[in-house]
């Protein structure tokens, strides 16, 4: 599992690759979560193309991070979900709480 | 294609191994050429498995052992994920979804309905104290 970050304005973007797992999650929750306080961002955008795998671990790490960011006032958004990961993410109903955008400039423009 | 196959792995309780897991069993069941979401949706059920015998089961030690019996025949395949962790003591409430023991980490609650809805048919026996045995069956090519 490897972490890119991008900060644009005051929004938070990831960039995760490889699989979402009760395993990765650990080391992706507290990553996240250090670099959104180090950066004072308001908003989190994750980029969802290169995840080739997700379980409910992975749902569980989106609603914490859900927790913390409408504590700061921000949203959090998805974008590049692929059909795989987009099955869970319906399962679960996380989509009332995050919106899925098609791309990252589309995403940029919404949350600004 | 063989008509009837099996194999088991017997793996540490260490969460490095859930992906292990999930990919050993897809590894077997391409045998049978599943479709990509076929395969998909197997390791999304045994990765909840394991992930509950890790977190639940054993409370996130790594000492102690998870083993899974895979088999298929005609087409059908079942998978057996088994512990021999704290067991469940209300099986019924604990596939609830959105049911969660975890207070302190971030759990969604969804493993249980992960494994209904990936899978045909899941049977949970447990008995606390003796660990807990998962099995699940899907057909392929439906």
Redesign the interface.
Known sequence: MSIDFAMVNRTLVVNLEG?L???T??EI?QTVDREYQKKRAKNLLFDFANIN?M???G???L??RYRSVIICGGEIALYNVTP?AE??LA??GIHKLMKTYASKQEALEALA | MPKRNSMQIQFSSN??N??FA?VAVAAFISQLDPTV?EL?DI??AV??AV?NS??HGYDNSEDYEICIKCAYEDGVVSIEVIDYGKGIADIEEAMTALYTTSAD????G??F??MQ?MMDEIQVFSEVGNGTTIKMKKSLGV
């Open positions: 699989e797992d009760h395993h999650c650990v929750r795998f379980d409910s671990s749902i569980g790490m609603m914490g795989e099955k869970i399962m679960s | 969460s490095l859930e992906s999930r979401e998909y390791k999304m990765s909840e992930t890790i977190i980490e971030e759990r969604a969804l493993g309905t992960v809805s």
